[in-house]
């Protein structure tokens, strides 16, 4: 059964943690994105993958990194560094003819 | 840079009627991909519809088409025979051929009344 899966489906952060989220495909996909989602907006970019040991920076990359190290995974993590990081996060991937599939999203809260 | 524009931030329509999602776009782009995007109060994002900009042709999925103006820069999408799933936010995207950077718009949320 292919698809995209993520993890956790919520999670809590304090402040000055580090925390990462999961993103697993198996869809032998070979680019892999990551967004944010606030109340109200569309989605804006944060990092995407075209291939293994490779990334760009999207529009919000600040307080954040990613790495990808095998073509089924990409995972990202929140730093300390990103100031107001309440958001709701996906994860999608494409086989680079324009669709993007995405998986069901991790809800990240600061306490 | 290429924006998308969704101008109804809410929309309701009776079960089993027609509505139309409006959406606008900006590029400079003559090859690119629109989408529209579903998202259930679950909160994950399905593909409901998919045009390619060479394609004259309207694309058409069960109960959801679209009305593609290039010229326009305009893609609207029409459910016809509505349904009480079908309530939820609906985002309209773009991405140009080759790019990795798909931009949404700011979704319509669509109520579904029986």
């Known amino acids: 059964d292919g698809g995209i899966t993520q993890s956790p489906k919520y999670l809590f952060r304090k402040e000055g943690q580090n925390v990462t989220l999961s993103c697993e495909q198996n869809?032998?996909?070979?680019?892999m994105y990551w967004y944010r989602q606030d109340p109200g907006q569309g989605l804006r970019l944060i990092y995407y993958?075209?291939?293994?040991?490779?990334?760009q920076k999207g529009d919000i990359a600040e307080g954040y990194s990613v790495s990808r190290e095998k073509k089924e995974s990409f995972p990202l993590t929140v730093t300390s560094a990103q100031k107001n990081p309440t958001a709701f996060y996906l994860c999608?991937?494409?086989?680079?003819?324009?669709?993007?599939?995405f998986g069901p999203g991790t809800r990240l809260t600061v306490l | 840079a290429q924006t998308v524009t969704q101008s109804q931030p809410e929309m309701s329509v009776q079960e089993a009627e027609t509505v139309t999602l409006s959406c606008t776009y900006d590029?400079?782009?003559?090859?690119?991909?629109l989408f529209w995007y579903k998202q259930p109060p679950s909160r994950q994002m399905i593909l409901v519809i998919r045009?390619?900009?060479?394609?004259?042709q309207n694309a058409t999925e069960n109960r959801f088409s679209v009305n593609f103006q290039k010229a326009a820069k305009s893609f609207s999408l029409k459910i016809s025979d509505s349904q009480l799933g079908d309530t939820a936010m609906y985002f309209c995207?773009?991405?140009?051929?080759?790019?990795?950077?798909?931009?949404f718009g700011a979704g319509t949320r669509l109520t579904v009344k029986p």
């Open positions: 999608a991937s494409s086989i680079g003819e324009g669709t993007q599939y």
């Open positions: 869809l032998n996909h070979d680019a």
């Open positions: 993958s075209q291939i293994v040991n490779d990334f």
């Open positions: 590029t400079s782009e003559s090859n690119y991909y």
């Open positions: 045009q390619e900009a060479y394609k004259q």
């Open positions: 995207a773009f991405i140009a051929y080759n790019n990795n950077d798909m931009r």
